[in-house]
């Protein structure tokens, strides 16, 4: 009996090469079995959670009310100029004949666990392929309600979707690589996270100057992600790399959003394309 | 007739106890404490496994311990089988030395399950590299091991009660 059992063993641990296809069937089956149960038992550990951050926040509740009023004062503000913006943007787009961005949906979903145990980075989702949830996907630490322009800050990507689960990636994971652009210098980048709290930008054009604060949004050149997606912000640049801090809060997700987001359709090879017929180019 | 029945029905029930808590655990492991922080949760299944194996090798077989590490794998995303063996080979090992290892005192065996999380950890971190051609970040693993071998004792003092029951009314029997 124990050499039988010892056998499945090591016949399992082959299969992760001989057939990873369907060792990744196997994970979104056990992860839906699980989805549930993880879902139903961890309600009262989010509830805990948000009852300890609100305690938390009794204390400072004045302070936090006043600060509240200085920034609605402002954002009113930035509201005006935004409006003004978006009209200008968009007059002067239709003069350009800008092809628009395509629409993306998104999909919002609770965060029901967090198997990676000390070997990844990643949330369990209660939302899959049955609610349009696909591997690849980005997602956002909340949706935009109707009408409001802009996107939440980027958390990660779905990598493995199943029936009623899904698994996100998340950005500080060291398996984690997201095509970047600093906002203010155009400076393309790769963010690559290490496991740490602050994942670091790499692969940076030789000589180029990165400044502190500076935005760090998706780039979109990978044709995955949507591109504009604030991501975080330089928090150092020092012999330690160039990290970035993550705007989304990681350590507190109770929900996020996946975005629909199909990608952009590479270009098929030339020899598929059909040459115009003769006599027909003016 | 009915009362037999009962009997059966009550004695079934015993023996599913180390199994049913152990499983209890492992989900209990896979919820969200650390809030995606950086924290490894630490492995409250594999505590289980050993503590059953050494105290109630008979209520806790290995097939058991394998089930339990190949879902361990699955959900958790380490290459299928690296957990699975780890836990069949805890149980294999503490059943083969059961009855030695049932007379060590709560520092030995803490000091034994000390070393399985150190073996534990090194192999997980060849199996990713060479199974997934990717490396786990090592003081993760050793963060992950150092917090469980910390909780043994809590976890040990919760299972010596169900353990001592379930040794009472003679269930102990290999």
Redesign the interface.
Known sequence: ??AL??S??????????ANPAL?ET??SH??DA?AP??AF??QP??GL?NWGAELGQWGHVYEENRDLRETNRRLVTWRDAALRLETENAALRAQLHVAPDPAISQVMTR??????????????LAGGTSQGIEKGQPAITFASGPGEPGLGAFVGRVV?AGDESA?LL?I?D??SRIPVVLEQSHIHAILGA????RPQLIFLPAGASITVGERVVTSGSDRLLPPGIAVGVVASNDDNGIRVTPLAD????DFVSVLQYQGVKPLPPPETLTPPAKGKRR | MIAASLVRVESWTRHLIPAGITLVLFVVELLPWTGHDIIPVPSLMLIAVFYWSVRVPALCPPLFALALGLCADLLEMTPLGSQGCVALMISLLARFKAKRLGQQSFITLWSLFALVMLGQSVFLWIGELVLASTSLPPINLLTRALLTVALFPVVARLLLLPAQKLANEAVLVD
């Open positions: 009996m124990s059992l010892i499945v063993g090591v016949v399992s641990l082959g299969l992760n090469r060792v196997l994970r056990v992860t699980a149960a993880l038992l961890g550990l989010a959670h965060v029901i666990g967090d198997p990676g145990g000390g070997f990844m980075q990643s949330a369990l493995q698994r998340l500080t060291v398996n290490d496991d740490s709290e990681l350590a507190r997700l």
